[in-house]
């Protein structure tokens, strides 16, 4: 059996020598995704692996009065334990239902993020939070939208050669801030995703409308979410019925599913109802 | 070196133990589902590594259960994806594993039968019939007739650790251990392979958690293997499985599916029923009599039905062997029955409740054997518990569509109830011997060993049993001890099957005591007695039905399912269950309560969470990766009461009640919510949603 | 690679593959830890282990993160005040959880009383979730926990009214 060769880079620069080096090394985050896919006692890995739990710069958490900054290597359970008004509230939520408590501990903001198969827990609400990430290469160091993660495929795009430093998250006020898991909680599969939907009202109108759901594909249509800002509230069963028929529209458009579809579709349906209800969260 | 170390095997988990110098085994297993065997190509072994091959098997290569004889390895026919072809050894795991991976098995393939819908005679391992009047006269002057055709999936037991044995050397014997249900079994399957008389080998059981029924015989095929690896590399032996390979290749719950049409004379009641149902029992079918003769004698249900024609048959499939889970047949057709019993109800514009009462099977009416029911079911008093309970009456008058129709906000609810009997616990198929012994001892310091192979399952059986033995003779259940129950010591007690234990074998302990109790001041201490059980009127078959009392002593039970269909997504959720027992005699009641609550929580697993696709592939990572227990935020509140009918002697076994009825009960209550039929288990939330949008 | 870690208080050194699951090192190297490798897929919680004073499933832990790590398993941690108070707490609710499971419940029982303002029941259920077993009822867990918070309370406080 083929014995991987670790390494246990202690600074992001060591780290990005390595990748360099070795570019077909697999990077380990949490690794939980790894080795839980790999059922059985010779899990078949990479000859090089790249652990990242030695690199002081992706355990940061830093706080601004508008955003707060988690690093890559920070675990979901500390993102869920930073407490109420510290982390924004669709955040803690998606990153407290992943899995169970004894993964939790384990599995990292970035390993969620950078799913290469399907898209984690988190990713929905960070793209409704307007998230960006830090990623840091061989040309320096850029930022870019957690949205643009997402293909134009809608399935996962992962940059190469760079690693994910760190995670900023602006602290916005919602009036509505929903999550909501689909399909069977305990762990991902192909019928299981994470919706959230984050709304704003301003002067009786709708001000800030974002609605995502991230599974195997990501689900999320801007100019749907455009068409409502304005509307007065409560939004008209017709607004509602368009906006749904929008979705559905651009969805197929994108050859998505129609059981995708209709979870997402029923989700938002939730929200507007929640909306409506005058639920603030 | 002796294995006599091994006291404490009876509470060592089987991944624990560890004997220095114990060796590990891994089975080579075919790739393919159907074909001729043509060899094993094997790699390059070492030293301290053997192979085992059907050819090595110095005795009988087979586990003999039920009439049917399953291979310990396949020697020129596979039969299933996964069949053991040869058994690898040696002192390290992840060597071996090496070694498997090189290993090729050589199998002219051929196409498997994996579909029993249809099927033909060749693959009928058993049928059965049951005739009872003149079903088709009844039928052609019917006032109504209601049909239906179910389907109930497979599940897997999810042990709380896979199976596996270990054989080592005790002295002169073969000492195995092993998470067993039927110790004895063990023993003979084991002699059987090596070729030397039963009494060279001593089976104790091991911890195996609940075992739902998943270790009737599967663990006696690993013992064997295990045995024989370590009779022929004379050395101590452990093979367990891995946990994946053991949902790949150990049995799971057979598949079934069934035609049901039911005849409604002038009053709306039960005249007639025509049963055609089908067990898919995977390869060989060791269970497959067992499986086809419950389902058939559970086809009515709880019902009384003059007019009865029931066909049944277990097909065999190129699939490994599926068999029994929490009951072996019975819930599969009582989730069917019940659904007609609403559907009958429905179509007579009766009130559910009231319609089950009228058609209750009752003193005197023909059970399906011809033989009379010789009980009166407290049938009244426990559907009044149920919907007291649960306030059944209000919330099916309001919910479904008269909470739709009413503009109600917030999700659909929907309600639902169904019956069911479990039957005494003696096997019902024919072929298997219901005879079971119990032996006591009293010694000279007043201390009491119980003796059987009946494994107790829990510590709370445990306590029952020295409980009841230590107040029949006014000891104090401290004095009271269950020897560890192994072959060569105790008595047969047959294999302990789902709420056996607590029906036939405390019945037996108390037996025995009481011979003690007689002869007690007469005789001088010790005094040994034993007390051996034979089921009385046993179920025999003919071509035309059968004959026996397999309903007496059938307790009833009952449960109310409530549940809602998730605003958004339209899949059913439970909120609520309530069950109701008639237990006969309580032991205990705390245990009796836990009992059915766990059980139900299972059941609810089973109707809603749990799936088993069946793939032509067999149960491949994907299965396995995707297997969902139902988690427990998803429990819903459970209530639970006793029905009590006053003294009497005989304790009934209600553990596997919530299986045959909490299933039926759901699926009566989406039907109520969603407004359509389910005939299909598990109910698949979103095939419910897409129903609901289509319509 | 040799692996130097602290292993229910003591310093232990095993010879391991880098990417070799936690749980096969401690099931092979170090039974008596009496830590199951199962599942192996992050399911039945059977490898339940603290690892830095969190609980972890040591299935999904490589062999290379665990160098200089402190493991307690589940055994040990039933052996401590604290692990026998939960046990305590559960014989006195009846919890009649299987010898395969009960020791990592006792486990994540300890933890949960560590919570401040005590546990809700879905928080309780959500923490035992993490052990997948068929032995025992939800409920039982629930109560099970609470007559744990109460003795601890009791011992703690011993005249208090």
Redesign the interface.
């Known amino acids: 059996m083929r014995v991987s060769e670790v390494f246990a880079p202690t600074s992001l620069i060591e780290t990005l020598g390595l990748l360099r080096k070795h570019e077909d090394a697999l990077v380990w985050a949490g690794g939980t995704e790894i080795l839980r896919l790999r059922v059985g006692r010779r899990p078949e890995l990479p000859p090089t692996i790249v652990s990242l739990d030695k690199v002081p710069e992706l355990r940061a958490i830093g706080r601004s009065d508008r955003a707060l900054d988690l690093g890559a290597m920070v675990s979901l359970a500390q993102l869920a334990a930073l407490g109420e008004g510290a982390v924004p509230e669709a955040l803690a939520e998606a990153a407290a239902g992943v899995g169970t408590e004894g993964l939790r501990n384990l599995a990292t903001l970035g390993g969620n993020l950078l799913g290469r198969e399907r898209f984690g827990d988190l990713f929905a609400a960070l793209a409704c939070l307007d998230a960006i990430a830090e990623f840091r290469g061989a040309s320096g160091s850029r930022w870019m939208a957690v949205g643009r993660l997402a293909g134009r495929d809608r399935k996962p795009l992962v940059p190469t050669g760079e690693i994910l430093v760190r995670v900023r998250v602006p602290f916005d006020p919602w009036d509505l801030s929903l999550v909501r898991k689909i399909g069977y909680p305990l762990w991902p599969a192909a019928d299981t995703g994470v919706f959230t939907c984050l709304a704003r009202a301003a002067k009786g109108s709708l001000y800030e409308f974002r609605a995502a759901l991230g599974g195997p594909l990501f689900l999320r249509d801007r100019e749907t979410e455009t068409g409502l800002i304005g509307k007065r509230l409560p939004l008209q069963r017709r607004e509602i019925e368009a906006a749904r028929q929008s979705w559905r529209a651009r969805f197929e458009e994108d050859g998505v599913g129609a059981p995708w579809i209709e979870r997402f579709l029923a989700a938002v349906d939730e929200s507007f109802d929640a909306l409506r209800a005058g639920v603030a969260r | 070196m002796p294995a006599s170390k091994l006291a404490d095997a009876a ?1 060592t ?1 089987l ?2 133990l ?1 004997v220095p110098g114990m060796l590990h085994v891994v089975a080579v297993r075919s790739p393919v589902s159907r074909g001729t065997l043509r060899g094993v190509e094997l790699p390059r072994l070492g030293k301290d590594y053997r192979a085992v091959l059907a050819s090595d098997i110095p005795g009988r290569n087979e586990v003999s259960s039920f009439g049917v004889a399953v291979p310990l390895l396949a020697s020129d026919r596979v039969r299933y994806r996964g069949e053991a072809v040869a058994l690898l050894v040696g002192p390290d ?2 060597a071996l ?2 070694l498997r991976d090189r290993t090729n098995v050589l199998v002219d393939e051929e196409a498997p039968f994996l579909d029993f819908g249809r099927f033909s005679s060749d693959q009928v391992l058993a049928r059965r019939t049951l005739k009872l009047g003149d079903s088709e006269l009844a039928f052609s002057v019917a006032s109504r007739i209601v049909e239906g055709d179910f389907e109930v999936g497979s599940q897997e037991h ?5 199976q596996g044995a270990f054989a080592g050397f005790d002295y002169d014997k073969l000492l195995v251990v092993c998470g067993t249900q039927w110790p004895y079994h063990v023993r003979d399957t084991v002699a059987g392979a090596l070729g030397v008389p039963p009494a060279e080998i001593i089976v104790r059981p091991g ?1 195996a ?2 075992h ?1 029924d998943g270790r009737i015989w599967y663990p006696s095929l690993m013992a064997a293997q295990a045995a024989l690896t370590a009779w022929l590399s004379r050395r101590n032996v452990r093979f367990v499985l ?3 390979e053991d949902f790949r290749v150990s049995p799971k719950r057979a598949r079934y599916r069934a035609s049901y049409r039911a005849a409604l004379d002038g009053e709306s009641n039960l005249s007639a029923l025509e049963v055609s149902l089908a067990l898919n029992v995977g390869a060989y079918g060791p269970l497959a009599e067992e499986l086809v003769a419950r389902a058939c004698l559970g086809a009515q249900g709880v019902y009384a039905c003059p007019n009865l024609s029931v066909k049944g048959y277990a097909v065999s499939t190129d699939t490994p062997p599926l068999g029994s889970l929490a009951g072996i047949g019975d819930a599969q057709s009582n989730f069917a029955m019940e659904r007609i019993a609403e559907r009958a109800a429905a179509a007579s514009g009766a009130d559910p409740v009231d319609w089950r009462a009228r058609n209750l099977l009752r003193k005197g009416s023909a059970t399906p054997t011809g033989t009379p029911f010789g009980q009166t079911w407290p049938f009244d008093a426990l559907s009044a518990a149920l919907r007291r309970m649960s306030d059944f009456d209000r919330k099916r008058a309001s919910y479904g569509l008269a909470d739709r129709a009413g503009g109600a906000e917030g999700p659909w609810r929907g309600i639902g109830i169904a019956f069911a009997r479990q039957l005494s616990g003696a096997f019902v198929g024919g072929s298997v011997p219901n005879s079971y012994s119990v032996e006591v001892e009293l010694d000279k310091e007043l201390r009491l060993a119980i003796r059987s192979s009946a494994v107790p399952g ?3 059986v445990e306590r029952i049993w020295r409980e009841s033995a230590a107040a029949m003779l006014a000891l104090d259940p401290s004095d009271v001890a269950l020897e560890p129950p192994a072959t060569g010591e105790a008595p047969n007690s047959g294999p302990s099957v789902l709420s056996r234990n607590v029906t036939i074998v405390a019945s037996l302990i108390e037996r025995a005591c009481a011979t003690v109790k007689r002869r007690r001041f007469r005789e001088p201490l010790p005094i040994v007695a034993r007390s051996t059980a034979r089921v009385a009127n046993p179920v025999s078959w003919t071509a035309e039905g059968a004959e026996g009392a397999p309903f007496e002593d059938a307790a009833l039970g009952g449960a109310v399912v409530e549940l809602e269909l998730d ?4 899949e059913p959720r439970a909120t609520g269950v309530w069950i109701a027992v008639a237990p006969g005699r309580l032991h205990d009641e ?1 245990h009796a309560r ?1 009992s059915l ?2 059980a139900a ?2 059941a609810l697993s089973q109707c809603a ?1 749990e799936r088993l696709d069946p793939s032509p592939e067999g149960l491949g ?1 994907d299965a ?3 297997y ?2 139902m ?3 998803a ?1 819903p509140p ?1 209530g639970i009461e006793f029905i009590l009918e006053g003294k009497r002697v005989q304790a009934r076994g209600i553990g596997e009640l919530p299986f045959d009825c909490v299933p039926a009960a759901f699926a009566n209550a989406v039907a109520l919510a969603a407004g359509i039929g389910i005939d299909t288990l598990p109910v698949e939330g ?1 095939l419910v ?1 897409e129903r609901i ?1 289509a319509t | 690679m040799t692996i130097d870690f602290i292993l229910d208080g003591a310093d232990v050194s095993c010879r391991a593959r880098a990417t070799d699951r936690l749980s096969d090192v401690l099931a092979q190297e170090f039974p008596e830890a009496g830590v199951g490798s199962d599942c192996r897929a992050g399911r039945c919680g059977r490898c339940v282990v603290l690892m830095d004073g969190k609980l972890v499933l040591s299935c999904l832990v490589p062999a290379f993160r665990v160098r200089g790590a402190e493991i307690v398993s589940p055994r040990a941690y039933a052996r401590t005040e604290e692990g026998e108070s939960v046990a305590a707490g559960f014989a006195r609710a009846g919890v009649a959880a299987c010898e395969f499971c009960t020791p990592q419940r006792v486990l994540i029982a300890g933890l949960l009383l560590e919570e401040a303002a005590g546990a809700s029941e879905r928080r309780i259920l959500e923490a035992m979730q993490t052990v997948q077993c068929r032995c025992v009822e939800p409920s039982a867990l629930v109560r099970g926990v609470r007559a744990a918070v109460e003795l601890r309370s009791e011992r703690k406080w011993p005249h208090a009214r």
């Open positions: 509470t988990p991944s624990e560890r795991l992840e594993e090496e999810w042990y709380a650790e896979p911890p958690g609940p739902l891995p946990r994946e829990s510590a709370s605003a958004w997504s339209l705390r836990r609550e766990n929580v299972l969470w990572v396995y990766a995707g969902r227990l988690p427990l935020t429990v459970i979103e949603a949008r």
